[in-house]
C-alpha cells in the first residue's frame, strides 16, 4: 500500500470506505441466505440462524445509526449575497478560476482562519451542504488579496487533482468526526479502529491536496500575496491568543464592548509587537515538522509555491474587511454575534483600558487586605500598616494565605516577594487613581501604562519591589510614596473568596467502594454521587441518543456554578488547601489518586468519615480510582496538575505493564 500514490491511494481509500458499508450487509444477507438454505432440511436450525441473523443486524444497525448521525453543523454568523456582494464577487471568482461549484454559504467565524466545511452523508461519499467559514481576525489582519489568497486555497481543496482524491479527502474528515463524536463503548471502540485505518488508507492524499489547493491559490492571487498570506496567517494565529488574554479581557473584566476588530488590526500593525510576531511566527514556521498526520509543512509549502509558474498579479492592499458592505455598520454587528454579545455599552478602547485598569487594581488592593486579615498579623491593612509590617520583616507571613498551596517549597520565597510586590504595587496606584494622580493609558505594544497627572509614566513594580526583597530600604519607599502623593491611609475592604472555575470533569471515579462524578475545580475537588450505571455508559456509547444526553448531562454538571454543587445532598469537597500530598498512579487499566490531608478543626473540606481513612496525628487518606467505564468532560487532568502543583507525585507504570 505505501507504493501506492495520488489518484491510486484515493481509489483504494475509497474502496475500503465502500466497504465498510458493504461488509454488514453481506454479512448479514450471508447469514439470512443460509438460514433460508438450512430452513429447507431443518427448520429449527433455519429458525435460529434467522434469529442470529436478526440479532446481529439489530446490534450493526444500532451502530452504524450511531456513526451515520454525526453532522457538521454551520458555524458563526451567515454572510448574504444581497448584504456582501463584494465578497461572494471574490469568492464566485476564485470558484470559477478552480472549476468547482461555489459554497451555499459565506460565514464568519471568531477563530483566526478559514475553513471549507461539508455536511455530508454516508461518511462523506454524498455532500449535503458547504460552508466556506472566514475567521474574522482575518478580516482584521490580512489585506484584501491576502484574504483571497487563503479563501482560493481552502475553496482548493473542493478542486483538488481529481475528484477521487478530494472525496477521499471528504471521507478521511467525516470518518474522524464521526469517531470523535462517539464518547465510548463498543461501537466507539469498533469504529476508531476502523477510522485509524482509513487513516492509514487515505494518508498520502494530504500533502497532494494541500499543494493542490495551494497551486489555486497562486493562480488566482500570484505568488507574493498566496507566500505572504501563509506567513502572515500564522502570525495572526499568535496574536490573536495574546490579544484575547491581554485586551479582550478587559473588556470582560468591565462588561464594556470595543471595537474588536479595529483594536485586532491596531494591535497587528502596532510598531514594536508587529516585528515580534513575524520574527515568532518565522521561528514557528522553521520549526514545523510534519508528524504523523502527512501534512507538508509551511516551509515545504511556501517552497513549492515559490517553483510554480505564474506572474505576480496586482495585489490590493485594502484591509480585508473593506470587501464587506459598509464595514463601520456591518462590522460592529458580526462582533456584537459572534463575541461580545451582551457585553455592556460600547466604549473606545482609550476609556476601556482607563476603567479596566483602575478596577483591576481596585482588586488587588482588595486581595492586600484579605492577606492582612487572614494572615494573623496584627496591622492595619492601609498602606501605611503593610509598609510597617514589611519593615518589621513579617512580608512573607503577611502574603502567605494568598499563595498557591501547590508551590515548590523553594519557590515559595520568590513567590512570596513576587506576590507582595503585585498587591502592593496596584494598591499604590490605585491610591493614586482614586485621588486623581494617576490613570491607566491603552498601549498596543504591552500592558497599559500607568501616567501621573504630570505625564510621566509609573512603574509601580520598580517602584515597590527593592524594598519588598530588603526591609531595610522601606523608609526610602516611604519617603517616595508622600512625594508622589500617595494616600498612606488608603484601603480597600477584603475581597470575597473568588468563586471556584472548573476545569472538566471524569464521570465515574470510586471512592471507598462508591461510584462518583468528580469535578476539578481551581479551588478543589467535588465529589458527587453518579446517577448513570456502567449500563447506560456502554448505551451512550452505543446509541447516538444516548451518547448525545450523556455528553449534554456532563457539559450542564461542568457549567454549574461551583457553589450550588456544593450545596447538593450528598456532594463532598476536597479543598486544596487541606491537600499536604498527592500520589497519581497510572496504569494501562487506569489510575489511581491517593490524596493525603489534613483534617484538623482548621480544616474546610467535607468528606463523608467512611470516604477517609484516618490516622492519630489527625491526618487522613483518600483514595479515588477510575473506572472501565470513566468519561472526561473538558481537561480534568491538566486541571488536576495545576490544582496540586508540587504536592503531587507521578508514577507512570503505563509502559511497565505494556512490557
Known sequence: MSTLRGPWRAAFALALHIGFFALPIGLVAGLLAIAVFTFGYDRGSGLRVALVALVVGAVLGVGMRAVLRSRNRPRGVALSRSEHPQLWKAVDAICSAAHTAAPDEIRVT???NAFVREDTALLGLRTRARYLEVGLPLLAGLTASELRAVLAHEIGHLAARGRLTAMAYRASTSVERAASDLTGGPTKWLFGGYARLYSAAAGSTSPDLELAADAVAVRVTGKRAAVTALRKATAIEFGWREYAESYLSMAVSVERTPDVLLGFRAFMENSVRKPKLAERAKQAIAAESAGDSGHPTTRERIAAMKRMSGADKELDDR???ALLRNPRKSVPVLEDRLLVDGLGPRMPWPELARLAGAEHVAHQASLLSSAVAQS?????PAIGGVLQAV????????????LNPGLAPDRIAEAAVDTLTELLGGAVVDALVSAGRAHHELDWAGPSVVRLTNGRPLDPDRLVRPAVADPRLVPGLHRALV??????????PPAEEPEASVAGLVSPVELAGSRYDMVVTDRGLVLLPTTASTAQRLLAGAVARAGRAERKQLAELAATPVAELRERRDAQWVDSRDVASARLLQERRGWTLVLDLYLDEYAVSSLDEGSVAPDADGAAS??????????EHGDPYSGLGELMGARMDIDDQRDLTEE
Open 319 to 321: 484591509p480585508a474587511f
Open 376 to 380: 494573623g498579623i496584627t496591622t492595619d
Open 622 to 631: 483518600a483514595e479515588l480510582r477510575s473506572t472501565p467505564d470513566s468519561m
Open 391 to 402: 519593615h518589621r520583616g513579617e512580608g512573607p507571613d503577611l502574603v502567605n494565605p494568598v
Open 483 to 492: 512625594d508622589l502623593g500617595v494616600p498612606l491611609n488608603h484601603s480597600r
Open 110 to 112: 471568531s477563530e483566526p
